[in-house]
Structures are given as structure tokens and as C-alpha cells.
């Protein structure tokens, strides 16, 4: 009896002080002048968050911009004061733009912390500019590059293993499966052989169940049922409340542990190895060793970019051992999930529309088997398919920031009773919905949410279009953008080549829903990181 009553003794004081605070910040910004969803539909604990929770990825967000236009305030659950909604392209685009003023909000940074460490994704101010110029330059247009071939080898593999499940089918209409097993293990395989010399072997045709590959993807599937879990929205807006708690030893923040603990064993064997590696060739000549620290990994994948900078010895351009760990989490896990999740959907538009897809096979096929880089980007039906997959289906859907600092934001479209610009308040949460801004018929047309590449044939005015790579918000903008986004674009254009050209992708008729968690996911009857598809050969 007495821990309830006082938990409800603890709420009712947290509550009343959060009003009151939340009333002090009124005077001082022009958030209470902003129109938004009506109270009565807000939840008394959970504000307007549990309604978002409810519905596809960024519905809700969506609905409501269309009511309120591209500014608008939410209420917060646990009495967090209001949180603005952004989706005007100036606000957006400024925003991005100062990623020392806005950082990742409190919401998201502790969950990254528990899912991949302390790496890129999580680091914010002088610690993230160290690491991004370090990590830069194996991410340029030329080292992408030359990644090319290693990309084609597995995707080859994959292709190989759907024709054999098609060969091993008993049923004269295909095989059945679940494309998201098969593209993970196949963009995990990339992310290894181009990020750390390394073979995760993901593609065998019967994977050991204590694989690092069949380990990261259980632990993966597990953790994105998890987020699923109504409970999941409270351990996330608890965490945005009280930040520590995400370090608590409960089950729900240990899960997400669960992937980090196994690519972390697996990060400390393969600094290991590089550190031996480079350990023996430097006895056998320290100055040549010193000079290309290279020879151990074939020297362009990020850990050898890592080891080299630290073995050159500039302190500017070292990362600690835990550091270079966990970037070497963040990369295993950012760099093949997104890639997948992504491209498992696009493949699902094009089994729902066959036209689209055998226009796609004609163009590649019309280029014979033994496509180079440059052939790769010769070809604009691809090109057009691969933009409206992403544009669609952003493996990232949202994103959060905090203001570090008042300042004042620009707007495209001015808001009545405000003006063109907006007065925010140190302190203040803005929610990113980059879904939304995707799909947003202002810019794409009343078909926004419909599939049809053939929209990217058309040029556009790029005054109309949010900034971001080809106007969309995919990778997001700014100092903090996609470090990634060249090499997924490349995975994305190669593996639908290579598969698209061999097989054909037919549709289940599952009703497939769009759920965020933490990336976005296919759900279908309650399961997530669940497409089925069935294929044939062509
Ligand atoms: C379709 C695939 C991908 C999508 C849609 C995507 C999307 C994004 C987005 C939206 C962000 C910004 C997140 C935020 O600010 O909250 C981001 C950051 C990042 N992405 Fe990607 N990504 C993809 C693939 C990749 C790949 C292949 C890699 C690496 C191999 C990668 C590595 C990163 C890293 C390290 C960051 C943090 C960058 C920084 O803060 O400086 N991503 N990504």
C-alpha cells in the first residue's frame, strides 16, 4: 500500500512542479501562441505522445500538419512542457543547420547510448567533431567507389540464394519467404567486408544459430518486437523525463544492451586482431609499418581508416579504444539495418506494382550482366525507383532535437499571430517528423503517399523542395547528416539491380504496417522486422 501511495505522492509533486515551470516558460517564447491538436484528445500522463504511438510510423504528425501547418505545438507526456512539431522547410533546414545549438534530444540519445554506444551517432559538441573528421574520408564519393565490386559480390550471393530457395521450392508458383532475413543478412555482409574486413558470413545457406550474424539478427528481431510494446513508449518518454534512468538494471533497457554486448565482443576481437596484425609487421619494419598502417585490412575500411589515424600519432585525430568499439557497433548496426529496412519495403512496392517492376527489369537488363559504378549511375529508371523507395520508407522517420541556447527561427510560411520568424526558449524539444516532410502534398502532390517513381522523371522546381539530399529528408541535412548516405544509395541501386534482374517479386496480399521501432518496420499480424513476399524466376 505504501509504495503506491507514495508513487502517487511522487507523481502528484512532479506534476505540480512541472506545471508550474512549464507556466514560467510561457511569457518567454512564442510556443503557447502556436496552434495544435486540442487538449481534450491528449491524455492527461501520456499528452498527445500516446495517440502518435498508436498509429504508423508519423501519421499522426502528418494529419496534424496538414490541420496546422508546419509549425505546431503537441502536449508532452509526463507533463513535459509542450513540444513544437517542426515541418517548415526554413525551420527544418535552420535547425539542422546549427547542430551545435540543436542537439539529439534527452528521448533519444540514452536509448542510442544502450543500443551502439558512445560512437558517431550519440556523440554531440567537440566530440562529435573529432570523430566526424576521422570518420569522414572512408565515406567520400571515390572510396564508395571502390566499393563497388565487394557490394556486387554480396549482393551475387543473395541472388544466388533465392535462386536456389526458387530451384528448392516445391510449389510450381515459387517460394515464400521473409525479405527481411534476407536483405539484412545480405546488407550485415557489406557493412562487414566494406566497414571492417571482416566476414560475417550471414549468407551461408544454413547459418549456425551462435553465428555473430545469427546472433546480431535474433537479438535485433527481439529488440525491435520490444519497441512494439506499449510499455516501450513509457521506458522512452520516462528516459526523456529522467535521463539516468536509462542506465537502470530493468529489463526493458536491458534489451536494448543485448546487440551492443554482441557486436561489442565481436569489435574487441577485431581491434585485437588489427592491433596483433599491425604489432607483427611493425617489428619486421616499424618505419614502413608506420608509414602504411594500411597493410593489415587492405586500408580503406573504417576500423584501419581508425587504427591509422591513432598509429600516426596526431592527438587531434586518435579515438580511444572504447571509442573506436563502439564505432564499430554504431557502424555494424546503423550501417546494415537502415540499408535493409528501407530496401525491404521498396522491393514490397514492387511486387505491388508489377508494371513498375518490369520496366525496372527491362532497364537493367538492357545493360547486360557486368554493370561497373558508372553504368550503375547511367541508369535513371533505377535511379527513379531507388529515390521514391527512400522517399517513402526513411529508415529513419523522425528525429528530435533540444535547444541548447535561446535562438530565434526563420520560416517559410509565416504563422498567424507569430511572423515570419519564432522565438525558442533554451530547453525546448522540437520533434522532426521526416516522414512527414517526405510525404507532404504541398510538395509532392496530392499522390504524395502513392508509389510511382516515375514522379523523380519530371524535374522540379528545387525552390519548392526541402533541403536535403534531392529534397528529401531521408538522410536528414546538415553537419549531422547521414555519414552513410553515398553507400547506402550504392547497396540500394546494386542489390535491387542484382535482384531484380533474376527474379520476380510477387505480393502475399499481407497487410503490412509501418511502425517505428527504433528504425522503421514492417509489422505484420503483430510481428515486426516481418515482409513476406513470394518469388519466381523470371
Ligand atoms: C537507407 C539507409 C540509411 C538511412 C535512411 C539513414 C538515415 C540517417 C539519418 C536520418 C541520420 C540522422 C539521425 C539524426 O540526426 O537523428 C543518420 C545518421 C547517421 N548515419 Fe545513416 N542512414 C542510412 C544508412 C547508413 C549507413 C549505410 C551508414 C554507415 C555505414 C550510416 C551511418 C550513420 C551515422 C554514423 C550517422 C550519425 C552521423 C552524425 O551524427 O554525424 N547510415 N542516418
Redesign the pocket.
Known amino acids: 500500500m505504501y509504495p503506491i501511495l507514495s508513487a502517487v505522492g511522487l507523481l502528484v509533486v512532479y506534476a505540480l512542479i512541472r506545471v508550474s515551470l512549464n507556466r514560467r516558460r510561457r511569457a518567454l517564447d512564442d510556443v503557447h501562441a502556436l496552434p495544435g491538436p486540442a487538449a481534450s484528445i491528449a491524455s492527461w500522463i501520456w499528452g498527445h505522445e500516446l495517440l502518435v504511438f498508436q498509429h504508423a510510423a508519423t501519421e499522426m504528425y502528418s494529419i496534424w500538419a496538414r490541420s496546422f501547418g508546419g509549425l505546431f505545438k503537441i502536449k508532452g507526456a509526463l507533463f513535459h512542457p509542450d513540444i513544437i512539431v517542426a515541418t517548415d522547410h526554413a525551420a527544418v533546414h535552420h535547425i539542422f543547420a546549427h547542430s551545435d545549438v540543436y542537439v ?1 534530444s534527452p528521448a ?1 540519445r540514452p536509448p542510442i547510448m544502450n543500443l551502439i554506444g558512445a ?3 550519440w ?1 554531440e559538441g567537440e566530440d ?1 567533431h573529432r ?2 573528421k576521422i ?1 569522414s574520408p572512408p ?1 567520400s564519393q571515390e572510396s564508395v567507389k571502390d566499393m563497388t565490386s565487394v557490394i556486387f559480390e554480396c549482393a551475387e550471393r543473395l541472388e544466388t540464394r533465392l535462386t536456389n530457395l526458387i530451384l528448392d521450392s516445391p510449389s510450381k508458383d515459387g517460394a515464400s519467404l521473409n525479405i527481411v532475413h534476407y536483405i539484412s543478412a545480405c546488407t550485415l555482409d557489406i ?1 562487414g567486408a566494406v ?1 571492417l574486413s571482416h566476414s560475417f558470413s550471414a549468407q551461408t545457406a544454413r547459418i549456425d544459430p551462435h553465428s555473430d550474424a545469427a546472433q546480431i539478427r535474433a537479438s535485433w528481431t527481439a529488440h525491435v518486437n520490444t519497441g512494439l510494446q506499449p510499455l516501450s513508449l513509457l521506458a522512452s518518454l520516462v528516459v526523456r523525463a529522467v535521463p539516468a534512468i536509462a542506465r537502470a538494471p530493468l529489463p526493458l533497457m536491458q534489451t536494448q544492451g543485448v546487440v551492443k554486448t554482441i557486436v561489442r565482443r565481436l569489435g574487441t576481437a577485431l581491434l585485437e586482431r588489427e592491433q596483433f596484425a599491425f604489432a607483427a609487421a611493425a617489428s619486421q619494419s616499424a618505419r614502413a609499418a608506420r608509414e602504411d598502417g594500411a597493410h593489415t585490412t587492405g586500408g580503406k575500411d ?1 576500423l584501419s581508416v581508425l587504427l591509422r589515424a591513432r598509429r600516426l600519432g596526431k592527438a587531434d585525430q586518435a579515438l580511444s579504444d572504447g571509442q573506436i568499439i563502439d564505432n564499430i557497433i ?2 555494424t548496426m ?3 539495418e ?2 535493409a ?3 525491404t519495403f521498396t522491393l514490397w512496392e514492387l511486387a505491388r506494382h508489377p508494371a513498375v517492376q518490369d520496366r525496372l527489369r527491362a532497364e537493367i537488363q538492357s545493360c547486360g550482366r557486368d554493370l561497373s559504378y558508372d553504368d550503375i549511375q547511367k541508369l535513371e529508371f533505377l535511379d527513379a525507383v531507388v529515390k521514391e523507395g ?1 522517399r517513402l520508407y ?3 522517420p523522425q ?2 532535437r533540444l535547444a541548447l541556447e535561446d535562438d530565434v527561427v526563420p520560416l517559410s510560411t509565416a504563422v498567424p499571430g507569430i511572423g515570419g520568424s519564432f522565438r525558442i526558449r533554451k530547453g525546448q524539444v522540437i520533434h522532426l517528423p ?1 516522414m512527414t516532410l517526405n510525404t507532404d502534398a504541398k510538395v509532392w502532390g496530392p499522390d504524395a503517399k502513392v508509389f510511382d517513381p516515375t514522379r523523380w522523371l519530371v524535374a522540379r522546381d528545387p525552390a519548392t523542395l526541402p533541403s536535403g539530399w534531392s529534397g528529401l ?4 541535412d546538415g ?7 553515398r ?2 544509395v550504392l ?2 541501386k546494386i542489390i535491387l539491380a542484382t535482384v531484380v534482374r533474376t527474379v520476380v517479386l510477387l505480393d502475399t496480399g499481407a497487410r503490412v504496417e509501418e511502425k517505428i521501432s527504433p528504425t522503421l518496420q514492417p509489422v505484420v499480424d503483430g510481428k515486426g522486422g516481418d515482409l513476406p513476399l513470394r518469388v519466381r524466376l523470371v
Open positions: 539529439k533519444f560512437g558517431l551517432v556523440s562529435w570523430q566526424r570518420l565515406f557493412i566497414g573504417i554504431t557502424f546503423v550501417g546494415h537502415t540499408t529496412g528501407s530496401l527512400l526513411p529508415a529513419l528525429t528530435e521526416l529528408l531521408t538522410f536528414s553537419p549531422r547528416n547521414c555519414i552513410g548516405w553507400l547506402a547497396e540500394f
